[in-house]
Protein backbone atom coordinates (compact mmCIF):
# COMPACT_ATOMS: atom_id res chain seq x y z
CA UNK A 1 0.00 0.00 0.00
CA UNK A 2 2.65 2.19 1.19
CA UNK A 3 4.83 1.11 -2.29
CA UNK A 4 0.96 2.16 -4.57
CA UNK A 5 1.11 5.74 -2.76
CA UNK A 6 4.80 6.61 -3.08
CA UNK A 7 4.89 5.52 -7.14
CA UNK A 8 1.21 7.73 -7.66
CA UNK A 9 3.41 10.41 -6.31
CA UNK A 10 5.87 9.71 -8.48
CA UNK A 11 3.81 9.84 -11.28
CA UNK A 12 1.67 13.22 -9.91
CA UNK A 13 5.51 14.41 -10.06
CA UNK A 14 5.88 13.06 -14.10
CA UNK A 15 2.81 15.41 -14.37
CA UNK A 16 3.84 18.65 -13.12
CA UNK A 17 7.44 18.41 -14.91
CA UNK A 18 5.17 18.26 -18.14
CA UNK A 19 3.43 21.15 -17.07
CA UNK A 20 6.31 23.50 -16.22
CA UNK A 21 7.88 22.41 -19.57
CA UNK A 22 4.78 24.54 -20.94
CA UNK A 23 6.22 27.31 -19.80
CA UNK A 24 9.58 29.32 -20.54
CA UNK A 25 11.98 26.97 -18.86
CA UNK A 26 15.21 28.21 -17.27
CA UNK A 27 17.90 26.54 -18.70
CA UNK A 28 22.03 27.02 -18.93
CA UNK A 29 24.61 25.80 -20.66
CA UNK A 30 27.90 25.36 -18.77
CA UNK A 31 31.42 24.79 -19.94
CA UNK A 32 34.44 23.75 -17.66
CA UNK A 33 37.59 22.57 -18.16
CA UNK A 34 40.03 20.37 -16.32
CA UNK A 35 42.98 21.60 -16.31
CA UNK A 36 46.92 21.11 -14.83
CA UNK A 37 47.68 24.49 -12.68
CA UNK A 38 50.63 25.04 -10.30
CA UNK A 39 49.88 26.64 -7.48
CA UNK A 40 52.42 28.28 -4.36
CA UNK A 41 50.51 29.15 -1.35
CA UNK A 42 52.48 27.08 0.95
CA UNK A 43 56.12 29.25 -0.21
CA UNK A 44 56.75 26.57 -3.11
CA UNK A 45 55.44 25.49 -6.55
CA UNK A 46 53.09 22.21 -6.11
CA UNK A 47 51.56 20.98 -8.84
CA UNK A 48 48.01 20.18 -8.94
CA UNK A 49 44.40 20.36 -10.83
CA UNK A 50 42.42 22.84 -11.39
CA UNK A 51 38.83 23.51 -13.07
CA UNK A 52 39.11 26.81 -15.38
CA UNK A 53 42.92 27.50 -14.36
CA UNK A 54 41.06 28.07 -11.02
CA UNK A 55 41.55 26.76 -7.06
CA UNK A 56 38.93 26.29 -5.74
CA UNK A 57 36.78 25.60 -8.92
CA UNK A 58 34.59 28.81 -10.23
CA UNK A 59 31.58 29.50 -8.20
CA UNK A 60 28.78 28.05 -10.12
CA UNK A 61 25.13 29.01 -9.39
CA UNK A 62 22.30 28.08 -10.53
CA UNK A 63 18.57 28.31 -9.65
CA UNK A 64 16.38 25.78 -8.66
CA UNK A 65 14.92 23.59 -10.92
CA UNK A 66 17.16 24.76 -14.00
CA UNK A 67 17.86 22.27 -17.05
CA UNK A 68 21.43 21.95 -16.94
CA UNK A 69 24.05 21.42 -19.59
CA UNK A 70 27.30 21.09 -18.11
CA UNK A 71 30.57 20.43 -20.51
CA UNK A 72 33.06 19.13 -18.95
CA UNK A 73 36.27 18.80 -21.56
CA UNK A 74 39.40 16.94 -19.88
CA UNK A 75 42.77 17.88 -20.92
CA UNK A 76 44.71 15.99 -18.09
CA UNK A 77 46.73 13.23 -19.27
CA UNK A 78 44.46 10.75 -17.42
CA UNK A 79 41.07 10.48 -16.84
CA UNK A 80 38.80 12.51 -14.73
CA UNK A 81 35.26 12.95 -13.14
CA UNK A 82 33.46 15.92 -11.53
CA UNK A 83 30.93 14.54 -8.90
CA UNK A 84 27.93 17.23 -7.87
CA UNK A 85 28.29 16.81 -4.09
CA UNK A 86 25.11 16.69 -2.23
CA UNK A 87 22.86 16.51 -5.20
CA UNK A 88 19.72 14.54 -5.85
CA UNK A 89 19.87 13.73 -9.74
CA UNK A 90 19.65 10.52 -11.86
CA UNK A 91 22.58 8.46 -10.54
CA UNK A 92 24.41 8.18 -14.23
CA UNK A 93 24.64 12.00 -14.00
CA UNK A 94 26.70 11.71 -10.44
CA UNK A 95 30.07 11.15 -11.62
CA UNK A 96 31.30 8.82 -9.94
CA UNK A 97 33.68 6.19 -12.65
CA UNK A 98 33.14 2.66 -12.32
CA UNK A 99 30.09 3.97 -10.74
CA UNK A 100 27.63 6.13 -12.19
CA UNK A 101 29.64 6.29 -15.91
CA UNK A 102 33.33 5.30 -17.14
CA UNK A 103 34.88 8.96 -16.23
CA UNK A 104 36.19 10.91 -18.50
CA UNK A 105 38.89 9.80 -20.95
CA UNK A 106 42.10 12.19 -21.75
CA UNK A 107 40.66 14.49 -24.32
CA UNK A 108 37.38 13.80 -23.86
CA UNK A 109 34.03 15.89 -23.24
CA UNK A 110 31.54 14.54 -21.21
CA UNK A 111 28.06 16.61 -21.54
CA UNK A 112 26.06 16.27 -17.89
CA UNK A 113 22.50 16.77 -17.85
CA UNK A 114 20.09 16.92 -15.21
CA UNK A 115 18.16 19.52 -13.56
CA UNK A 116 19.26 21.45 -10.58
CA UNK A 117 18.72 20.21 -7.38
CA UNK A 118 16.79 21.70 -4.83
CA UNK A 119 18.04 25.30 -3.09
CA UNK A 120 20.90 25.40 -0.92
CA UNK A 121 24.94 25.60 -0.80
CA UNK A 122 26.58 22.76 -2.44
CA UNK A 123 29.89 21.59 -3.78
CA UNK A 124 31.75 19.39 -6.64
CA UNK A 125 34.58 18.03 -7.19
CA UNK A 126 36.66 15.32 -8.83
CA UNK A 127 35.73 11.78 -7.50
CA UNK A 128 39.03 10.51 -10.19
CA UNK A 129 41.79 8.93 -7.83
CA UNK A 130 43.28 11.74 -5.32
CA UNK A 131 42.20 14.94 -8.03
CA UNK A 132 40.09 16.14 -4.77
CA UNK A 133 42.86 16.30 -3.12
CA UNK A 134 45.25 18.64 -5.61
CA UNK A 135 42.80 21.69 -6.08
CA UNK A 136 39.77 19.78 -8.17
CA UNK A 137 36.99 21.39 -5.91
CA UNK A 138 34.84 24.42 -6.03
CA UNK A 139 31.48 25.78 -4.67
CA UNK A 140 27.72 25.49 -6.22
CA UNK A 141 24.87 27.94 -4.96
CA UNK A 142 21.76 26.91 -6.25
CA UNK A 143 19.09 30.14 -6.07
CA UNK A 144 15.50 29.18 -4.62
CA UNK A 145 13.13 30.30 -7.24
CA UNK A 146 10.91 31.58 -4.47
CA UNK A 147 11.68 33.36 -0.87
CA UNK A 148 14.28 32.44 1.25
CA UNK A 149 13.25 31.58 5.24
CA UNK A 150 15.79 34.43 6.61
CA UNK A 151 16.99 37.64 5.48
CA UNK A 152 20.21 38.89 4.25
CA UNK A 153 21.96 41.75 2.50
CA UNK A 154 24.39 40.10 0.69
CA UNK A 155 26.09 36.84 0.67
CA UNK A 156 30.14 35.30 0.67
CA UNK A 157 31.10 31.86 0.22
CA UNK A 158 33.99 30.72 2.02
CA UNK A 159 35.78 27.57 0.83
CA UNK A 160 37.84 25.76 3.33
CA UNK A 161 40.79 23.24 1.84
CA UNK A 162 44.03 21.96 2.82
CA UNK A 163 47.27 21.90 0.64
CA UNK A 164 49.69 19.52 1.13
CA UNK A 165 53.53 20.17 -0.67
CA UNK A 166 53.47 16.32 -1.29
CA UNK A 167 51.16 14.84 -3.67
CA UNK A 168 48.50 13.30 -2.80
CA UNK A 169 50.06 9.91 -4.14
CA UNK A 170 52.74 10.56 -1.92
CA UNK A 171 50.61 11.16 0.91
CA UNK A 172 48.70 8.07 0.76
CA UNK A 173 52.42 5.69 -0.24
CA UNK A 174 53.59 7.68 2.98
CA UNK A 175 50.53 6.74 5.23
CA UNK A 176 50.31 3.16 3.98
CA UNK A 177 54.10 2.50 4.76
CA UNK A 178 54.25 4.60 8.29
CA UNK A 179 50.36 5.66 9.29
CA UNK A 180 52.24 8.15 11.91
CA UNK A 181 53.64 9.79 8.91
CA UNK A 182 52.26 12.76 8.98
CA UNK A 183 51.14 12.78 12.74
CA UNK A 184 53.39 15.59 14.65
CA UNK A 185 51.41 16.50 17.56
CA UNK A 186 52.15 12.49 19.19
CA UNK A 187 53.08 11.70 22.01
CA UNK A 188 56.43 12.72 23.39
CA UNK A 189 58.37 10.67 25.47
CA UNK A 190 58.65 13.97 28.07
CA UNK A 191 54.74 13.52 28.05
CA UNK A 192 55.24 9.91 29.02
CA UNK A 193 57.13 10.53 31.51
CA UNK A 194 55.33 13.22 33.03
CA UNK A 195 52.34 10.85 33.32
CA UNK A 196 54.86 8.28 34.90
CA UNK A 197 55.21 10.86 37.24
CA UNK A 198 51.49 11.91 37.79
CA UNK A 199 49.60 8.39 37.77
CA UNK A 200 52.73 6.32 38.60
CA UNK A 201 54.68 4.56 35.88
CA UNK A 202 52.55 1.12 35.77
CA UNK A 203 49.58 3.68 34.77
CA UNK A 204 51.72 4.83 31.79
CA UNK A 205 53.15 2.05 30.58
CA UNK A 206 49.50 0.41 31.20
CA UNK A 207 48.10 2.84 28.31
CA UNK A 208 50.72 3.14 25.95
CA UNK A 209 49.92 -0.98 25.66
CA UNK A 210 46.64 -0.63 25.52
CA UNK A 211 46.96 2.19 22.65
CA UNK A 212 49.64 -0.12 21.16
CA UNK A 213 47.14 -3.29 21.32
CA UNK A 214 44.52 -0.86 19.64
CA UNK A 215 47.04 0.26 17.14
CA UNK A 216 46.44 3.62 17.19
CA UNK A 217 48.11 6.48 18.54
CA UNK A 218 46.64 8.84 20.83
CA UNK A 219 47.13 11.55 18.93
CA UNK A 220 44.92 10.40 15.83
CA UNK A 221 42.00 12.94 16.02
CA UNK A 222 43.54 13.76 12.34
CA UNK A 223 45.73 11.31 10.67
CA UNK A 224 46.99 13.99 7.97
CA UNK A 225 48.80 17.09 9.67
CA UNK A 226 51.02 19.76 8.44
CA UNK A 227 48.60 20.82 5.53
CA UNK A 228 48.43 24.68 5.00
CA UNK A 229 45.01 25.55 5.08
CA UNK A 230 43.18 27.17 2.87
CA UNK A 231 40.03 30.15 3.15
CA UNK A 232 39.16 30.71 -0.95
CA UNK A 233 41.90 29.13 -2.06
CA UNK A 234 44.32 32.10 0.26
CA UNK A 235 46.53 31.31 2.55
CA UNK A 236 46.84 32.72 6.46
CA UNK A 237 48.58 35.98 5.55
CA UNK A 238 46.77 36.15 2.05
CA UNK A 239 44.17 36.48 4.12
CA UNK A 240 40.47 36.13 2.15
CA UNK A 241 38.48 39.52 3.02
CA UNK A 242 34.83 39.41 2.33
CA UNK A 243 33.36 42.66 2.55
CA UNK A 244 30.02 44.44 4.08
CA UNK A 245 28.17 47.50 5.35
CA UNK A 246 27.85 48.07 9.21
CA UNK A 247 24.13 46.75 10.25
CA UNK A 248 24.09 44.33 7.19
CA UNK A 249 23.36 40.47 7.64
CA UNK A 250 25.76 38.66 5.66
CA UNK A 251 25.35 34.74 4.64
CA UNK A 252 28.05 32.83 4.97
CA UNK A 253 28.32 29.80 3.18
CA UNK A 254 30.54 27.49 4.08
CA UNK A 255 31.54 24.89 2.41
CA UNK A 256 34.57 22.11 3.97
CA UNK A 257 36.49 20.94 0.70
CA UNK A 258 39.43 19.75 2.60
CA UNK A 259 40.64 15.85 1.68
CA UNK A 260 41.20 15.53 5.79
CA UNK A 261 40.32 18.55 7.86
CA UNK A 262 38.11 18.83 10.30
CA UNK A 263 37.53 22.77 11.32
CA UNK A 264 36.19 24.61 14.54
CA UNK A 265 35.07 28.18 13.19
CA UNK A 266 34.41 31.14 14.92
CA UNK A 267 34.35 34.53 14.46
CA UNK A 268 35.14 36.60 17.77
CA UNK A 269 33.14 39.21 18.15
CA UNK A 270 29.97 37.97 16.34
CA UNK A 271 27.43 35.56 16.87
CA UNK A 272 26.37 33.08 14.06
CA UNK A 273 23.19 32.08 13.50
CA UNK A 274 22.69 28.85 11.72
CA UNK A 275 20.52 28.23 8.62
CA UNK A 276 21.48 25.76 6.54
CA UNK A 277 23.17 22.46 7.52
CA UNK A 278 24.53 20.49 4.08
CA UNK A 279 21.95 22.34 1.45
CA UNK A 280 19.08 22.01 3.97
CA UNK A 281 17.54 24.91 6.24
CA UNK A 282 17.41 24.05 9.52
CA UNK A 283 15.65 26.01 12.23
CA UNK A 284 17.77 28.85 13.20
CA UNK A 285 20.21 28.02 15.82
CA UNK A 286 22.70 31.18 17.12
CA UNK A 287 26.38 29.98 18.13
CA UNK A 288 29.65 30.91 18.85
CA UNK A 289 31.89 28.45 17.56
CA UNK A 290 30.75 25.06 15.09
CA UNK A 291 32.84 22.01 14.01
CA UNK A 292 32.37 22.03 10.23
CA UNK A 293 33.50 17.77 9.15
CA UNK A 294 35.25 17.10 5.92
CA UNK A 295 32.29 17.64 2.81
CA UNK A 296 29.87 19.20 4.65
CA UNK A 297 28.37 22.78 4.82
CA UNK A 298 26.69 24.98 7.10
CA UNK A 299 25.42 28.38 6.59
CA UNK A 300 25.33 31.07 8.94
CA UNK A 301 23.96 34.61 9.44
CA UNK A 302 26.44 37.29 11.20
CA UNK A 303 25.64 40.73 11.60
CA UNK A 304 28.53 42.92 11.46
CA UNK A 305 27.61 46.08 13.13
CA UNK A 306 30.72 47.95 13.93
CA UNK A 307 33.18 49.32 11.41
CA UNK A 308 35.73 47.30 11.66
CA UNK A 309 37.21 44.23 10.65
CA UNK A 310 36.42 40.66 12.11
CA UNK A 311 38.63 37.79 11.67
CA UNK A 312 36.65 34.64 10.54
CA UNK A 313 39.03 31.56 12.07
CA UNK A 314 38.80 28.35 11.00
CA UNK A 315 41.00 25.82 13.50
CA UNK A 316 41.69 22.55 12.70
CA UNK A 317 40.37 20.29 14.97
CA UNK A 318 43.83 18.82 15.97
CA UNK A 319 44.78 22.45 16.67
CA UNK A 320 48.00 21.93 13.98
CA UNK A 321 47.01 24.69 12.03
CA UNK A 322 44.28 27.35 11.10
CA UNK A 323 42.83 28.84 8.19
CA UNK A 324 42.13 32.38 8.21
CA UNK A 325 40.26 34.98 6.75
CA UNK A 326 38.43 38.46 7.70
CA UNK A 327 35.53 40.49 6.86
CA UNK A 328 35.57 43.66 6.56
CA UNK A 329 33.51 47.19 5.70
CA UNK A 330 37.07 47.99 3.56
CA UNK A 331 39.65 46.10 1.52
CA UNK A 332 43.05 45.83 3.37
CA UNK A 333 41.69 45.64 7.21
CA UNK A 334 42.79 43.02 9.31
CA UNK A 335 41.99 41.85 12.95
CA UNK A 336 43.78 39.87 15.53
CA UNK A 337 44.43 36.41 14.94
CA UNK A 338 43.94 34.32 17.68
CA UNK A 339 46.52 31.68 18.99
CA UNK A 340 45.74 28.09 18.43
CA UNK A 341 44.29 26.02 21.42
CA UNK A 342 46.27 22.70 22.90
CA UNK A 343 45.10 19.90 20.55
CA UNK A 344 42.69 17.52 22.40
CA UNK A 345 44.06 14.39 23.48
CA UNK A 346 41.83 11.05 23.44
CA UNK A 347 41.94 8.74 26.51
CA UNK A 348 41.46 5.85 27.25
CA UNK A 349 38.46 6.08 28.50
CA UNK A 350 36.78 6.79 25.27
CA UNK A 351 37.29 2.75 24.37
CA UNK A 352 36.28 1.66 28.00
CA UNK A 353 32.97 1.92 27.07
CA UNK A 354 30.81 -0.34 29.28
CA UNK A 355 29.00 -1.61 26.09
CA UNK A 356 31.55 -2.54 24.22
CA UNK A 357 33.14 -5.70 26.41
CA UNK A 358 36.28 -7.12 25.14
CA UNK A 359 37.60 -4.03 23.16
CA UNK A 360 40.21 -2.82 25.31
CA UNK A 361 41.81 -5.79 25.31
CA UNK A 362 41.04 -7.39 21.65
CA UNK A 363 42.65 -6.51 18.12
CA UNK A 364 40.53 -4.37 16.31
CA UNK A 365 40.74 -5.30 13.10
CA UNK A 366 40.82 -9.47 14.01
CA UNK A 367 38.74 -9.77 17.78
CA UNK A 368 35.88 -12.17 16.74
CA UNK A 369 33.62 -9.93 18.52
CA UNK A 370 29.45 -11.23 19.10
CA UNK A 371 28.56 -8.22 16.96
CA UNK A 372 24.57 -8.98 18.58
CA UNK A 373 26.18 -8.60 21.71
CA UNK A 374 27.90 -5.75 21.60
CA UNK A 375 24.50 -3.40 22.46
CA UNK A 376 25.66 -0.56 21.83
CA UNK A 377 22.40 1.44 22.33
CA UNK A 378 22.75 5.37 21.09
CA UNK A 379 23.43 8.01 23.50
CA UNK A 380 21.09 9.72 25.30
CA UNK A 381 19.47 12.43 23.23
CA UNK A 382 17.91 14.05 25.78
CA UNK A 383 20.39 16.34 26.82
CA UNK A 384 21.30 18.22 23.75
CA UNK A 385 23.68 20.82 23.24
CA UNK A 386 27.64 21.68 22.77
CA UNK A 387 30.17 21.29 25.35
CA UNK A 388 30.82 18.75 27.43
CA UNK A 389 27.72 17.09 27.60
CA UNK A 390 27.29 16.96 23.31
CA UNK A 391 25.14 13.47 23.05
CA UNK A 392 27.31 13.01 20.38
CA UNK A 393 31.51 12.06 21.56
CA UNK A 394 31.50 9.42 23.57
CA UNK A 395 31.29 10.40 27.18
CA UNK A 396 35.20 11.52 28.96
CA UNK A 397 36.75 11.35 25.40
CA UNK A 398 38.03 14.78 25.87
CA UNK A 399 36.90 15.47 22.10
CA UNK A 400 34.13 17.27 22.86
CA UNK A 401 34.54 20.85 21.35
CA UNK A 402 33.89 23.53 23.43
CA UNK A 403 33.84 27.14 22.25
CA UNK A 404 36.87 29.45 22.87
CA UNK A 405 34.42 31.97 24.75
CA UNK A 406 33.12 29.91 26.68
CA UNK A 407 29.51 30.60 25.35
CA UNK A 408 27.45 28.07 22.70
CA UNK A 409 29.31 25.21 20.16
CA UNK A 410 26.90 23.85 17.48
CA UNK A 411 25.80 20.22 18.48
CA UNK A 412 24.62 17.69 15.72
CA UNK A 413 21.29 17.19 18.18
CA UNK A 414 20.69 21.32 17.94
CA UNK A 415 20.14 21.05 14.11
CA UNK A 416 16.01 20.75 13.10
CA UNK A 417 14.85 20.69 10.35
CA UNK A 418 12.96 24.24 8.86
CA UNK A 419 11.33 21.80 5.94
CA UNK A 420 11.03 18.13 6.33
CA UNK A 421 11.07 16.57 2.70
CA UNK A 422 9.56 12.96 4.05
CA UNK A 423 7.30 12.03 5.87
CA UNK A 424 7.95 10.96 9.56
CA UNK A 425 7.02 6.61 9.21
CA UNK A 426 9.03 4.08 10.83
CA UNK A 427 11.77 2.41 8.72
CA UNK A 428 11.57 -1.13 6.79
CA UNK A 429 14.68 -2.43 7.91
CA UNK A 430 18.21 -1.64 9.57
CA UNK A 431 21.65 -2.20 7.99
CA UNK A 432 24.59 -2.06 10.40
CA UNK A 433 27.49 -0.85 9.53
CA UNK A 434 31.22 -1.17 11.79
CA UNK A 435 33.36 1.23 10.95
CA UNK A 436 36.34 -0.43 11.17
CA UNK A 437 40.01 -0.02 10.51
CA UNK A 438 43.58 -0.84 11.20
CA UNK A 439 46.06 1.83 11.52
CA UNK A 440 48.97 -0.02 11.53
CA UNK A 441 48.26 -0.96 8.00
CA UNK A 442 45.80 1.90 6.83
CA UNK A 443 43.52 0.00 5.99
CA UNK A 444 39.74 1.30 6.73
CA UNK A 445 36.93 -0.66 6.38
CA UNK A 446 33.05 -1.23 6.80
CA UNK A 447 32.17 -4.11 9.18
CA UNK A 448 35.74 -4.92 8.47
CA UNK A 449 35.91 -5.41 4.13
CA UNK A 450 37.57 -2.77 2.00
CA UNK A 451 35.75 -1.64 -0.93
CA UNK A 452 37.25 -4.73 -3.16
CA UNK A 453 36.46 -7.13 -0.61
CA UNK A 454 32.50 -6.68 0.29
CA UNK A 455 29.41 -7.21 -1.85
CA UNK A 456 27.27 -4.50 -2.98
CA UNK A 457 24.68 -3.09 -0.25
CA UNK A 458 21.37 -3.52 -2.10
CA UNK A 459 18.50 -1.64 -1.45
CA UNK A 460 14.83 -1.70 -2.28
CA UNK A 461 12.75 1.24 -4.37
CA UNK A 462 10.53 2.32 -1.90
CA UNK A 463 12.00 0.95 1.22
CA UNK A 464 12.66 3.09 3.76
CA UNK A 465 16.66 1.56 5.67
CA UNK A 466 17.85 2.97 8.93
CA UNK A 467 21.57 2.96 8.39
CA UNK A 468 23.59 2.83 11.65
CA UNK A 469 26.68 3.24 12.07
CA UNK A 470 29.20 1.99 15.31
CA UNK A 471 32.12 3.42 14.90
CA UNK A 472 34.85 1.22 16.44
CA UNK A 473 37.79 3.36 15.43
CA UNK A 474 39.24 6.23 17.21
CA UNK A 475 38.76 8.77 14.39
CA UNK A 476 35.66 10.67 12.91
CA UNK A 477 34.56 9.42 9.94
CA UNK A 478 32.07 11.65 7.45
CA UNK A 479 29.79 9.15 5.90
CA UNK A 480 28.80 10.37 2.94
CA UNK A 481 26.04 8.69 0.64
CA UNK A 482 25.41 10.07 -2.69
CA UNK A 483 21.80 10.06 -4.24
CA UNK A 484 19.85 10.16 -0.90
CA UNK A 485 19.24 12.08 2.00
CA UNK A 486 20.21 10.93 5.60
CA UNK A 487 17.27 11.86 8.18
CA UNK A 488 19.80 11.98 11.17
CA UNK A 489 17.79 10.45 14.39
CA UNK A 490 18.56 13.36 16.86
CA UNK A 491 15.48 12.39 18.63
CA UNK A 492 13.45 15.24 17.02
CA UNK A 493 11.05 12.64 14.51
CA UNK A 494 9.62 14.63 12.16
CA UNK A 495 12.08 17.46 12.83
CA UNK A 496 15.51 15.44 12.43
CA UNK A 497 17.81 17.29 9.60
CA UNK A 498 18.42 16.03 6.84
CA UNK A 499 22.45 15.87 5.68
CA UNK A 500 24.52 14.42 2.93
CA UNK A 501 26.97 13.89 5.04
CA UNK A 502 26.96 12.03 8.48
CA UNK A 503 29.46 12.78 10.88
CA UNK A 504 30.21 9.89 13.66
CA UNK A 505 32.52 10.76 16.58
CA UNK A 506 34.73 7.74 17.67
CA UNK A 507 32.71 5.07 19.49
CA UNK A 508 29.60 6.83 19.26
CA UNK A 509 26.68 4.96 17.67
CA UNK A 510 24.57 7.00 14.92
CA UNK A 511 21.40 6.24 13.11
CA UNK A 512 19.69 7.87 9.74
CA UNK A 513 17.03 6.58 8.14
CA UNK A 514 17.26 6.40 3.68
CA UNK A 515 14.44 7.46 2.01
CA UNK A 516 14.87 4.74 -1.14
CA UNK A 517 13.46 7.01 -3.84
CA UNK A 518 16.60 6.90 -6.46
CA UNK A 519 16.99 4.28 -8.83
CA UNK A 520 20.68 3.27 -10.00
CA UNK A 521 24.08 2.73 -8.51
CA UNK A 522 25.15 5.24 -6.06
CA UNK A 523 28.47 5.36 -4.13
CA UNK A 524 28.61 4.97 -0.05
CA UNK A 525 32.03 5.93 1.17
CA UNK A 526 33.99 7.93 3.92
CA UNK A 527 34.70 10.98 2.81
CA UNK A 528 38.09 11.19 4.39
CA UNK A 529 40.00 10.96 1.31
CA UNK A 530 42.72 9.16 1.99
CA UNK A 531 40.12 6.41 4.27
CA UNK A 532 38.07 5.98 1.37
CA UNK A 533 41.09 5.29 -1.09
CA UNK A 534 42.06 2.75 1.69
CA UNK A 535 39.00 1.08 1.33
CA UNK A 536 36.13 2.52 3.44
CA UNK A 537 33.65 2.61 1.08
CA UNK A 538 30.48 0.66 -0.92
CA UNK A 539 28.47 0.51 -3.65
CA UNK A 540 24.74 0.77 -2.92
CA UNK A 541 22.43 -0.58 -5.97
CA UNK A 542 18.80 0.36 -5.63
CA UNK A 543 16.97 -2.29 -7.16
CA UNK A 544 13.59 -1.60 -8.74
CA UNK A 545 12.00 2.21 -9.59
CA UNK A 546 9.38 3.61 -11.60
CA UNK A 547 10.87 2.14 -14.90
CA UNK A 548 10.84 -1.38 -14.51
CA UNK A 549 8.37 -1.95 -11.61
CA UNK A 550 5.80 -1.63 -14.23
CA UNK A 551 7.32 -5.11 -15.28
CA UNK A 552 6.72 -6.78 -11.88
CA UNK A 553 3.99 -5.22 -10.31
CA UNK A 554 0.28 -5.41 -11.91
CA UNK A 555 -1.07 -3.19 -9.49
CA UNK A 556 1.51 -0.72 -11.15
CA UNK A 557 0.28 -1.66 -14.50
CA UNK A 558 -2.97 -0.95 -13.49
CA UNK A 559 -1.96 2.30 -12.24
CA UNK A 560 0.01 3.28 -15.59
CA UNK A 561 -3.07 2.43 -17.36
CA UNK A 562 -5.30 4.56 -15.44
CA UNK A 563 -2.64 7.63 -15.89
CA UNK A 564 -2.19 7.36 -19.41
CA UNK A 565 -6.34 6.92 -20.23
CA UNK A 566 -5.65 10.79 -18.08
CA UNK A 567 -3.39 11.75 -20.37
CA UNK A 568 -5.00 10.86 -23.54
CA UNK A 569 -7.70 12.35 -22.06
CA UNK A 570 -6.52 15.67 -21.02
CA UNK A 571 -4.51 15.99 -24.93
CA UNK A 572 -7.93 14.83 -26.45
CA UNK A 573 -7.65 11.55 -29.27
CA UNK A 574 -4.98 10.87 -30.94
CU1 LIG B 1 37.00 7.85 7.61
Request: overall charge negative; cysteine-free.
Given at each position: MKIRVRIFAALFGCAVVALEGALPAAAGTYDLTVEPVTLDVSGRDVDGFSINGQVPAPLLRFTEGEELTINVTNTLEVDTSIHWHGFVLPFDQ????GMSFDGIKPGETFTYRFKAPKAGTYWYHSHSGLQEGAGMYGPIIIEPTGREPFRYGRDHVVVLSDWHEDSPMQVFRNLKRSPDHYNFIQRTAGEFFRQAEEEGLGAALGDRLDWGEMRMMPSDIQDVQGYTYLMNGRNPSQNWTGLFTPGERVRLRFINASAMSFYDIRIPGLEMTVVQADANNVRPVTVDEFRIAVAETYDVIVRPREDRAYTIFAETMARDGFARGTLAPRDGMEAAVPELRDPPRLTMADM???????MTH????QGEMDHAAMGHAGHDMGAMGGGDDDPFYAPGSGLEPDAANGGKFLSLGDLRAQDPLYEERPYDREIRLRLTGNMERYIWSINDKKLSEAEPLRLKYGERVRFTFINETMMAHPMHLHGMWKIVDVGAGKWNPLKHVLTVAPNTTLSADVEVDAPGQWAFHCHLMYHMAAGMFRKVIVEGGPEDLAQVDPELEKLWGMANAGDAQAGGHH
Open positions: DGVPDHGAMPGGDMD
